[in-house]
């Protein structure tokens, strides 16, 4: 079996035995549920229910900000309690639709479409209504993503089965068990490409999802199955591009500017039922797992639910765990509170019963090249992070320091413990808003020129 791969990436441990043999089973929606208003990149989106409304199961309660933005439905049927700011997974605050589930999952009614009966605008139309966004974390609105420039020029629909941050199985459950769907889903997307060819890329970890996949698009000329070397961080959008076309991007490009659109397993999976069956997002598969959980699990959640009730049907904590993460251990967030809701970025609850990070002591850089040797992206990432300690944005900037996909591997790699990711993630954002405030005050004062 060939396998495609990309120059540099790492090995952590893998973690995913935990959960990966347990099949996905409903939490059921208890209690009230919470919608933050920004689920996705973009606007936030508006709601269109009030206070004391009564809603059904899949209703449209927000609807979307602004194009890059996208609409919100209820998981549950009920009644509005309350549109206020509540505490989300990073421990921020936003304004949140609140809806006190009735238990009686009464739903709106759904249209399904045959894939022959749509035309391109209608599938993306369905996509926009439907609420879709990318579900590997990035919550682009899908919509926009497959609308692009040229879509002539696309020749390549990644559907993205790497799940190359340790511990997560959700997607390899996705393909396991809704394989039939991602096929469906994949050709929607096909449908809007006329030039491209759909592969399902999938490390060589998961060889059971290989073998299935493959097995499900025998027949199917357009589709393929790219086996990808099991390596970190594999999935990610520039260094999955990579591997499956040969074709690099950098940070001022879009995929579609190589030819490719890259969608999550989930995604998909959504945008099979947003299309095909007329059902909006309402729900996704978390794992919830780590050597802090009693029974790891993936659970098929109704977005609004908390991580609370996610790690209760998974037979709760072991102990007193000292970390709790949303996501991977690589990309994830540290989390503070777990009555926090699952939103459709929500990928896994995460819970360790250590917390080895907080105890790591810093030493001085030995100039072993360790982090750049695993940098996707052939930076120096110990060069980077003291210009981003002396506050040298400049040579920042002109050693690539944005090109940072802020993966985690050159912290993960580094013997001397330095928190190279961090200050690295730290001078670019610091770099991104001098840049966004010079453009802005350069566009103010070329209005200003105009107008005399
Ligand atoms: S976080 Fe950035 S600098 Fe570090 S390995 Fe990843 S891409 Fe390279
Ligand atoms: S891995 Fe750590 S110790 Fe090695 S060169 Fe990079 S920053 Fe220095």
Not at 60 to 69: Q, T
Not at 165 to 180: I, N
Not at 390 to 403: Q, S, V
Request: aromatic share 4%.
């Amino acid at each position: 079996m060939r396998k495609r791969t990309f120059r540099g990436g790492i090995h952590p441990f893998e973690g995913k035995e935990l959960s990966r043999e347990q099949k996905t089973v409903m939490l059921p929606a208890d209690g009230e549920m919470v919608f933050p208003l920004s689920q996705s990149i973009g606007a936030p989106s508006k709601p269109v229910v009030a206070k004391g409304d009564h809603v059904l199961r899949g209703q449209l309660i927000a609807e979307p900000g602004g194009f890059v933005s996208s609409a919100i439905h209820s998981s549950v049927s009920g009644t509005v309690k309350a549109i206020e700011p509540r505490t989300l997974a990073t421990g921020g605050k936003c304004m949140s639709i609140v809806i006190e589930n009735d238990g009686k999952e009464e739903e709106a009614e759904f249209h399904p479409a045959s894939p022959e009966s749509l035309t391109k605008q209608e599938i993306l139309q369905r996509i926009r209504d439907g609420g879709v966004v990318g579900m590997g974390g990035a919550g682009f609105p899908t919509a926009v993503k497959l609308a692009p420039k040229n879509p002539e020029k696309i020749d390549a629909v990644i559907v993205n089965g790497a799940e190359c941050e340790p511990y997560l199985t959700s997607d390899f459950r996705r393909m396991m068990e809704d394989g039939e769907d991602l096929v469906k889903g994949l050709q929607v997307i096909l449908k809007l490409f006329d030039n491209a060819k759909g592969y399902f890329a999938i490390e060589d970890n998961k060889p059971e999802a290989i073998a299935h996949m493959r097995e499900l698009t025998r027949d199917l000329d357009r589709i393929e199955v790219v086996p990808l070397r099991t390596k970190y961080p594999q999935g990610g959008e520039r260094t999955i591009i990579k591997a499956v076309t040969g074709r690099e991007l950098n940070s001022k490009m879009l995929p579609a500017d190589v030819g490719a659109i890259v969608d999550n397993v989930d995604t998909v999976y959504s945008i099979k039922r947003a299309v095909l069956d007329g059902m909006p997002l309402m729900e996704r598969i978390i794992t919830v797992t780590g050597d802090g959980v009693k029974e790891p699990k993936n659970l098929r959640v109704h977005l609004g639910s908390s991580y609370a009730s996610a790690l209760k049907a998974a037979g709760g904590a072991v102990g007193s765990p000292e970390k709790y993460i949303s996501g991977g251990p690589m990309m994830g967030f540290a989390m503070y509170s777990l009555d926090v809701p699952l939103v459709k970025g929500s990928s896994c609850l995460l819970v360790f019963a250590k917390d080895p990070v907080s105890r790591l002591t810093e030493s001085s850089c030995i100039n072993c090249c360790r982090c750049s040797q695993g940098c996707p992206e052939r930076l120096l990432p110990a060069r980077l992070a003291d210009f981003s300690e002396r506050g040298d944005l400049a040579a920042f900037e002109k050693l690539h320091g944005l090109e940072c996909v802020e993966c985690g591997s050159c912290s993960w790699s580094c013997p001397a413990k330095r928190p190279l990711t961090q200050l690295i993630k730290s001078a670019r954002r610091r770099l991104l808003a001098e840049k966004k405030k010079a453009a802005m005050q350069a566009k103010a004062q070329a209005a200003g020129k105009a107008g005399r």
